[in-house]
């Protein structure tokens, strides 16, 4: 086995998850791939085309999209939500820019609950028309999935077309990424990871979105949803090691993956994570222009543009349960491991 293998077959000894794959490469191809585990603790092996809950994955896809909408004029990146969303005129976030949402400087908190008392998508959205505002726009970066959840909402306004169409017109077909959407049908369902054993469901979720707030707004929202196999993670990696050429022009890209929150504590790009020089998810070793995202499910992309490398991690690290802090010690040793292969 090669030095990743060992370490996820390590890690799901430990019980941080039933199953992992992985893919570490350049716009070349890959250096190590492979999977490890079963897709439950009681489920078959698995075979290397199953479905994962990308989690927050979703956000820097559906930044993709919306940075192509910018390309094509759809959207600006100064524009702010009252222009997009004209239910939002006259509010508290009617100003907030694009470009504030994507780098979670909008003052708009972090993981809120909104699916526990607006169990219905038309009382989620109000709830989030009228969720209060946690800081001053520009003042801090917090991670906030309410901010993509907008997004979502403006790219659907600004083009007239539903989220998961423009996902899948602007990024997935463009780089084949073609089992890769959101609401997988019953065949992909079929070939789902497990997740959580929900208490708020009551059952363990397979197949559906694990993110509670997704899951109210049908599944398909700009901040979870999107499901797929480890190939098309490795063709997204692929295309964003050389500069997402089939996606975005050369200078777009350049805007997209740049550090744009250094006055603040945490490194973000437009939609991306990038190296923190403290704390970073995936450590230290990705260089200081590495940019990339984690998911809760306990997925993750990472690229370092000055190798030219990336590297994709798929686990299922809330299977059965969300508790436990196992993931954390396995992807930065992954992530040690994948930028010293050669």
Same mark, same amino acid.
């Not at 430990?14 to 794959?21: D, F, I, L, V």
């Not at 994962?52 to 600006?76: F, H, N, Q, Y």
């Not at 979502?152 to 602007?170: F, K, N, Q």
């Not at 197949?207 to 707004?217: I, M, P, Q, S, T």
């Given at each position: 086995?090669?030095?990743?293998?060992?370490?996820?077959? *390590?890690?799901?000894?430990?019980?941080?998850?039933?199953?992992?794959?992985?893919?570490?490469?350049?716009?070349?191809?890959?250096?190590?791939?492979?999977?490890?585990?079963?897709?439950?603790?009681? +489920?078959?092996?698995?075979?290397?085309?199953?479905?994962?809950?990308?989690?927050?994955?979703?956000?820097?896809?559906?930044?993709?999209?919306?940075?192509?909408?910018?390309?094509? !004029?759809?959207?600006?990146?100064?524009?702010?939500?009252?222009? &997009?969303?004209?239910?939002?005129?006259?509010?508290?976030?009617?100003?907030?820019?694009?470009?504030?949402?994507?780098? $979670?400087?909008?003052? =708009?908190?972090?993981?809120?609950?909104? &699916?526990?008392?607006?169990?219905?998508?038309?009382? =989620?959205?109000?709830?989030?028309?009228?969720?209060?505002?946690?800081?001053?726009? !520009?003042?801090?970066?917090?991670?906030?999935?309410? +901010?993509?959840?907008?997004?979502?909402?403006?790219?659907?306004?600004?083009?007239?077309?539903?989220?998961?169409?423009?996902?899948?017109?602007?990024?997935?077909?463009?780089?084949?990424?073609?089992?890769?959407?959101?609401?997988?049908?019953?065949?992909?369902?079929?070939?789902?990871?497990?997740?959580?054993?929900?208490?708020?469901? !009551?059952?363990?979720?397979?197949?559906?979105? $694990?993110?509670?707030?997704?899951?109210?707004?049908?599944?398909?929202? !700009?901040?979870?949803?999107?499901?797929?196999?480890?190939?098309?993670?490795?063709?997204?990696?692929?295309?964003? *090691?050389?500069?997402?050429?089939?996606?975005?022009?050369?200078?777009?890209?350049?805007?997209?993956?740049?550090?744009?929150?250094? *006055?603040?504590?945490?490194?973000?790009? =437009?939609?991306?994570?990038?190296?923190?020089?403290?704390?970073?998810?995936?450590?230290?070793?990705?260089?200081?222009?590495?940019?990339? $995202?984690?998911?809760?499910?306990?997925?993750?992309?990472?690229?370092?543009?000055?190798?030219?490398?990336?590297?994709?991690?798929?686990?299922?690290?809330?299977?059965?349960?969300?508790?436990?802090?196992?993931?954390?010690?396995?992807?930065?040793?992954? $992530?040690?491991?994948?930028?010293?292969?050669?």
């Amino acid at each position: 086995m090669s030095v990743l293998a060992d370490i996820l077959v *390590a890690g799901r000894a430990r019980r941080s998850y039933s199953g992992a794959a992985w893919s570490v490469g350049t716009g070349a191809g890959a250096l190590d791939r492979g999977w490890t585990g079963t897709r439950a603790w009681d +489920g078959p092996p698995l075979q290397g085309d199953e479905q994962w809950d990308l989690a927050s994955v979703t956000k820097p896809i559906v930044g993709l999209a919306v940075m192509a909408l910018v390309e094509r !004029g759809a959207l600006d990146l100064s524009g702010v939500v009252g222009t &997009y969303l004209p239910e939002y005129r006259g509010g508290d976030k009617a100003d907030l820019t694009l470009a504030q949402l994507l780098t $979670h400087t909008s003052g =708009l908190p972090g993981q809120v609950p909104l &699916y526990r008392e607006h169990p219905t998508r038309a009382a =989620l959205l109000e709830a989030l028309r009228l969720l209060p505002p946690r800081t001053a726009p !520009g003042t801090r970066v917090e991670y906030s999935s309410p +901010g993509f959840i907008l997004l979502g909402l403006i790219a659907e306004s600004a083009s007239g077309a539903p989220l998961d169409e423009l996902v899948d017109r602007l990024v997935c077909a463009p780089l084949g990424m073609k089992e890769t959407g959101f609401v997988p049908d019953a065949a992909l369902r079929a070939r789902a990871v497990a997740t959580e054993d929900c208490p708020w469901r !009551g059952h363990v979720v397979t197949g559906e979105v $694990h993110d509670e707030n997704a899951v109210v707004l049908g599944g398909i929202a !700009g901040h979870a949803g999107l499901f797929a196999p480890i190939a098309d993670l490795e063709r997204l990696g692929r295309s964003l *090691a050389a500069g997402a050429r089939e996606v975005l022009r050369p200078e777009t890209f350049a805007l997209m993956t740049a550090a744009h929150t250094d *006055a603040h504590a945490l490194r973000r790009g =437009l939609a991306w994570q990038g190296q923190d020089p403290v704390g970073s998810p995936v450590g230290p070793s990705f260089g200081p222009t590495s940019f990339g $995202h984690t998911g809760f499910t306990g997925t993750s992309i990472w690229i370092d543009p000055a190798t030219g490398r990336y590297a994709v991690l798929l686990t299922n690290r809330v299977h059965p349960s969300r508790d436990g802090d196992g993931i954390v010690s396995v992807r930065r040793a992954f $992530h040690t491991a994948a930028d010293a292969l050669r």
